[in-house]
């Protein structure tokens, strides 16, 4: 059971480059998720996806998008990437939540991206 | 802003003795907190979850405090061990921002031997 898988792993981009992370996850969940993680912070939501077909911004969405391509992959892509996106970004899936319960969110091991 | 945010970077335990990991939080509309573990190079892994009307969970080795009153959230560690070393991070889950996590900036827990 591979849980949420992340790709690339590593990845090293020159400013004004473009890229899209993968993120697949086969636990049949609806919601997916896109953080990042800057050193000495939290993550920082970027993109959620709650189910199939719906997209939503997050905290930090600027510079980003994404794409649910099927319940199963949620991507993000960097169409100009800055310095200032250099940062290691986590994917996440999560079941729906019964009534009045918490369903955790899985996550990835990250993509480690450096912006050049 | 609202944050959840935590009183310590850094805590250094001996192999063996209890760990307390503290978080303090100023959201009133958060209806679960949650404890995440988060080792070198890896994703954050789920520890465990307290609802917010409650005060107190426990779980293998861990238990959750909850004080509404001061808005303060602990994970307590048991026995700490070599495989405890890690981030820890509080986070909780917002009512009123479509039930979206907030998390706050990590606890580094180092377990001396």
């Known amino acids: 059971n591979a849980g949420v898988t992340q790709t690339p792993k590593f990845q090293v981009l020159k400013t004004g480059q473009s890229m899209t992370l993968q993120c697949a996850q086969d636990m049949n969940h609806n919601s997916m998720y896109w953080y990042r993680q800057d050193p000495g912070m939290g993550l920082r939501l970027i993109y959620y996806s709650a189910s199939e077909g719906t997209t939503d911004k997050g905290e930090v969405p600027n510079g980003y998008n994404v794409s649910r391509l099927n319940k199963r992959e949620f991507s993000l892509r960097l169409e100009s990437a800055a310095p200032s996106q250099t940062s290691v970004y986590f994917c996440a899936s999560r079941e729906p939540p019964g009534q009045g ?4 969110q899985h996550f990835g091991d990250g993509t480690r991206l450096s912006i050049l | 802003g609202e944050s959840v945010g935590l009183h310590l970077p850094t805590l250094s335990v001996q192999e063996g003795d209890n760990s307390i990991i503290n978080c303090a939080y100023s959201n009133s509309a958060s209806d679960y907190f949650i404890w995440y573990k988060q080792e070198s190079g890896k994703g954050p892994q789920f520890i465990i979850d307290i609802r917010s009307n409650m005060d107190k969970r426990q779980g293998q080795r861990v238990t959750v405090l909850l004080n509404k009153t001061v808005k303060h959230l602990s994970l307590q560690i048991a026995a700490t061990q070599p495989g405890d070393s890690a981030v820890y991070f509080c986070a909780d889950r917002r009512m009123d921002s479509s ?3 907030i998390f706050g900036s ?7 031997p």
């Open chain 1, 101 to 104: 319960t918490f369903q955790p």
């Open chain 2, 99 to 101: 039930y979206k996590l």
């Open chain 2, 106 to 112: 990590g606890t580094r827990l180092l377990v001396r």
